[in-house]
């Protein structure tokens, strides 16, 4: 069953751009009431003024005490939480900075434990937890490692998590390049012509925007038969043999 967002409480962390902050203005757009966190004191400012948010307290997902803080001081009942991390962590094995890794793996995995154990008795039953994860797994290649690491614990994540919380429902997003500020400030110059292969090739014949994920994500919140499955977003991206 299909439902409504009007008059629900959505918490969106990492929700100051890019996917977070297009979920929390489409969740506005439903008439949800929307909290909103981010590690960047401007931009968390100037999002949740956008969207009109309820509270904007700065997290860092790395900061477990500040995580459970945070948690404590929203409403007792939430109905939707969604987990957008800092983005992906590319690396060839022999460059590879083990501590880098290491914060990944705890900011991004363990911080998704964290999460979900958070929302026990606070998300009310037949609410959602929705974790953004990436395509990284889909193929081997160079510096690949530590996201396709995360790619495949975050999905295993997302599935035991759907039993061991239900009735709260979780699922994963596994978006492919998705053009968001991040994905700017990693190409750098390079990413006009990465916009360019990408209408070129994908079968859509588009980039995926935020706006497109952000979409999936509400039918997560709404849809009241998902649970314990990841979602691929990408424009048919994984079809192409390169």
Known sequence: MTGSLDG?????????????????????????????????????????AEVGAESAPMLDLGDPDRLAQVFAELPADLDHVLVSGGGPFYAPIADLDFDEALR??????????????????????????????GTGARRPGVGLSVAAIGTVALQAIAANAALELAPIRVNAVAAGFVDTPLSARLLGDQLEERRADLRATLPIRRVVGPDDVAALILHLMTNTALTGATYDVDGGQQLLRH
């Open 104 to 133: 990944v793996f705890d900011e991004d995995l363990v911080g998704a434990l964290r999460i979900a154990k958070l929302c026990i008795g606070r998300v009310r039953a037949g609410g959602s937890l929705t974790f953004i994860s």
């Open 8 to 48: 629900q409480l959505v918490v969106v962390i990492g929700g100051s751009s890019g996917i977070g902050l297009a979920t929390a203005q489409q969740a506005r757009g439903a008439g949800a009431r929307v909290v909103v966190t981010g590690r960047n004191a401007e931009r968390l400012a100037n999002a949740a």
